[in-house]
């Protein structure tokens, strides 16, 4: 799991993504513009990066639990948009109820 430094400027919800899954960029592009479910998966696992990023300002007696507690929120959103990816593509037939048989 990549860490930004806590004084880089915040990542966009897409690059985040897109930092995650180099090998499907167009798809996450089309995704993050025509799905708002993908695109808010893609929001908030940018904010846990911005919060992980963030976590040094937190009491050293906090900051190990919600640093675990984040990171496995991350890997959760992470799964959640490869599912996604995988599942773009799939398309699904409809049977006829009915299935006449071929004439000959």
Known sequence: MSRRESNSPPMSALA?????????VRKIQHLFHASEAFRGIC????????????LDGVPPDEREMRR??????AEALVSEL???????NV????RSEEIKPRSR
């Open 43 to 54: 929001e908030d696992l940018s904010v846990i990066f911005e919060t992980l990023a963030q």
């Open 91 to 94: 398309v699904s037939l409809r």
């Open 82 to 88: 490869g599912e996604a990816l995988s599942q773009w």
């Open 16 to 24: 985040v993504a897109e930092i995650h899954f180099p090998d499907h």
């Open 68 to 73: 675990q507690e984040y990171e496995g929120l």
